[in-house]
């Protein structure tokens, strides 16, 4: 896993001067250019290059702040609906589908487990499996309660309601299928006691 992660960043690095080449490439052909049109598209080109760039070393920078035990870990983000009733479990579902459309974009998603509120549509719990480098990190500060003061669409004077939701990321030490453990029988000792 640690050879992965250096060969991933030694090709970001690459894809770097990649990005620097083209926008230097660019340039230079925007300056030899005369046509409009052209120097339009080289314009183009080089900025494009430019914004990839910027992109790639903000999400640089980001990592390099995420230097904790577990960070580069994948996680297990537990989402479970407090006190509140329907109001709390729609909030679950809420914050339920706000989680995985944020996470899909850079990680791998996976729903182990729900629990259906008092409609299928209202979630009591949810647990998701993140995979990818740093989403621990990436979640480590997502720990806590997260609370929704609303009218409630579930009371019928619309009175002003709030709802909690508990959020909790666990890193993943170890892998499901390397878990399991082989015990020699000459190891166990087993005795029967009565009282």
């Known amino acids: 896993a640690e050879l992965t992660h250096v060969r991933r960043d030694l090709e970001r690095w690459q894809q770097w001067r990649s990005y620097l080449d083209d926008a230097k ?16 598209f080289y314009k183009e080109e080089a900025e494009a290059a430019l914004r ?7 999400d640089f920078e980001l990592e390099e702040t995420m230097n904790g035990p577990y960070d580069e870990l994948d996680c297990r983000l537990e989402i479970q609906a407090g006190a509140g009733g329907s109001d709390a479990q729609d909030w679950c579902a ?18 182990i487990d729900s629990a259906v509120g ?18 621990f990190g990436f979640l ?14 579930f009371n019928a004077n619309a009175k002003r309601h709030t709802s909690f939701v508990s959020v909790e990321p666990t890193p993943i030490l170890l892998e499901e299928d390397e878990a399991e453990i082989q015990i ?3 190891d166990l000792t087993i005795s029967t006691m009565r009282s």
């Open 52 to 58: 990839a760039l910027g992109q790639d070393l903000e």
């Open 118 to 135: 008092d409609s299928p549509s209202l979630i009591k719990s949810a647990t998701l499996e993140v995979r990818g480098r740093f989403a």
């Open 184 to 186: 020699p029988d000459n």
């Open 25 to 40: 490439t660019a340039t230079e052909a925007l300056s030899l250019e005369e046509d409009g049109d052209a120097q339009k």
């Open 140 to 153: 480590r500060s997502e720990k806590g309660a997260h609370r929704l003061v609303r009218q409630s669409p």
């Open 94 to 111: 809420m914050v339920l589908r706000m989680y995985t459309r944020c996470l899909e974009e850079k990680y791998q998603v996976k729903l």
